[in-house]
């Protein structure tokens, strides 16, 4: 029987450029009738309420649209957001308020943003000082807190490979990782895992990946035996 699922599907090639399209009836048709990003994309997410995908990479053109490291896609058509972040962008996440978050390598200096910033809409802003190393993954939980993982440190934080945003302040998340956190995720119960190549988070054995459960840094189960990159 010939299937009838439709949905969004989107096919994220790093080594090149993304490849987005209509999934309906087995039958790819193209976002846009013109190529897509004109450079690595790293990263995806969409904004559930609105449907909008946002990606973030190294590019700065998107079909025909002049877009620094990161942009939208409205169902339609490509637009920037804003004069965009410049860099590489690794992580995209949205907030319950539609507001965005990109994580990755750069500096902004007209933003006073460096390696993490926000769109509300209209206007891209800083969070606070971000930090001094690449982040890799973003996650937001219901209660509007950040969560950003990577390879950073922030002595003055001591915060080591991850740190979380709330109320408008860094801190850290125990002791950290010892290695790269790649990626993040939060449940309905606000407890966050992060997975990555460390061996060790809080100063224990967790192999990979680990659980946050708002007070410190568990294993999960026996972990994994290689990295864990999505």
């Keep these: 029987m010939k299937p009838t699922t439709t949905g969004l599907l989107f096919i994220l090639i790093a080594t090149q450029r993304v490849v987005c399209a209509n ?3 087995a039958n790819w048709v193209s976002l846009s009738a013109f190529p897509g990003a004109n ?8 904004n559930a ?7 973030g990479g190294s590019f700065n053109v998107v079909g025909t649209t002049v877009a620094a490291s990161v942009a939208q896609w409205d169902g339609t058509n490509w637009s920037s957001l804003g004069s965009g972040l410049g860099g590489t962008i690794r992580a995209l996440a949205v907030d319950s308020a539609g507001n965005v978050y990109g994580g990755g390598a750069f500096t902004n200096v007209a933003l006073g943003a460096t390696n993490v910033a926000k769109w509300d809409g209209s206007t891209w802003s800083g969070l606070g000082f971000g930090m001094k190393g690449t982040i890799l993954g973003l996650a937001v939980d219901g209660a ?3 969560y950003a993982g990577g390879n950073f440190t922030n002595s003055s934080l001591m915060a080591t490979n991850i ?12 002791f950290g990782m010892n290695n790269n956190v ?42 994994m035996n290689g990295s864990l990159l999505l």
Excluded at 39 to 46: C, L, S
Excluded at 163 to 174: D, E, V
Excluded at 183 to 199: C, E, I, K
């Design 182 to 223: 790649f990626t993040l995720a939060v449940d309905g119960s606000g407890n966050v895992y992060a997975g990555g190549d460390f061996t060790l988070a809080d100063g224990a054995s967790a192999n990979s990946v680990a659980e946050w459960n708002g007070s410190g840094w568990s294993s999960v189960g026996a972990g």
């Design 163 to 174: 740190a979380q945003w709330q109320g408008g302040t860094w801190s850290p998340m125990g």
């Design 144 to 146: 509007g807190t950040v």
């Design 23 to 25: 999934f309906n009836d």
């Design 49 to 55: 309420s609105s449907g909008v995908l946002y990606i």
């Design 39 to 46: 450079g690595t994309v790293y990263a995806m997410v969409t």
